[in-house]
């Protein structure tokens, strides 16, 4: 099976605070978009890497240009959203791969492992593979409060789901390549904000969606305490 990587790391990084595109902030001496070509790398499984940089960001270019990688590796410019910028590097990769694996370059620490567990799983024949770890907290669903009970909290709950049902997902994705363009193509224009994976655009489309074990080492770096824990995980430290 030939396999092509796709690395998401067009965002912004506003939510890090870091005054960088966040695939730019430097983390244990390198920077996040180093640590993800690594994992991907020494997984073994690529056989092609893209990725999607912010537009014009020369930095995160010089990276990719300079990154020691024994496969081909280029660099597009991404959208203004996630899913524009997968489109992007889907347009890009060239190789014709036979499956595609889309990677968050915030999910940084992600050991090369995942990316096997992924691999294994389409090599056997599922057409979209997601890792994903248990749910810890339990999850409630709000809603606003009635005007009379404003002054109490905007808020109340409106339900509680059932934990054991719940997953969180993570990255990297990994999807047959002629069905991820397809749903692709047609979502292209037309996809509600709402859609944060690929994974939801195969669903929408019928397609079993399999889940492999996760890790908790693939926490997604967005906020500052993120930015600690991964930086106290390399330490080799306990958060
Ligand atoms: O914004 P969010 O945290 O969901 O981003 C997840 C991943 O998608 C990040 O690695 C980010 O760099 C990438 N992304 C992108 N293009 C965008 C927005 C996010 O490549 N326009």
Redesign the pocket.
């Known amino acids: 099976l030939k396999l092509g990587v796709i690395?998401?790391?067009?965002?912004?990084?506003q939510?890090l605070g870091y005054g960088l595109?966040?695939?730019q902030v430097p983390l244990g001496g390198r920077t996040i978009l180093e640590h993800?070509l690594h994992g991907v790398v020494d997984s073994g499984v690529a056989e092609r890497i893209c990725v999607?940089?912010?537009a014009g960001d020369t930095a995160l270019r010089r990276i990719c240009a300079r990154f020691p990688s024994p496969v081909p590796l280029n660099a597009v410019d991404?959208?203004?959203?996630?899913s524009?910028?997968?489109r992007r590097a889907l347009a890009g990769i060239g190789g014709q791969p036979d499956a595609i694996l889309v990677?968050?370059?915030?999910?940084a620490l992600t050991p090369p492992e995942v990316f096997r567990r992924v691999g294994r799983a389409l090599a056997g024949g599922a057409r979209a593979v997601v890792p994903a770890v248990a749910v810890v907290d339990t999850i409630k669903t709000a809603a606003p409060s009635s005007p009379d009970q404003q002054g109490i909290a905007p808020e109340k709950v409106s339900g509680t789901v059932d934990r054991a049902l719940l997953r969180a997902v993570q990255?990297p994705q990994g999807f047959d390549a002629a069905i991820l363009a397809e749903a692709h193509r047609k979502a292209a224009g037309v996809e509600p904000e709402s859609v944060?994976d690929d994974a939801m655009l195969l669903e929408a489309a019928g397609e079993d969606v399999f889940l492999v074990q996760g890790s908790a080492l693939s926490l997604?770096i967005?906020t500052q305490l993120d930015l600690v824990v991964a930086e106290a995980l390399l330490a080799g430290r306990q958060p």
């Open positions: 690395i998401v790391a067009a965002g912004s990084g939510r595109p966040k695939a993800a999607a940089v912010p991404g959208g203004a959203t996630r524009e910028s997968v990677h968050d370059a915030a999910r990255t944060t997604k967005t």
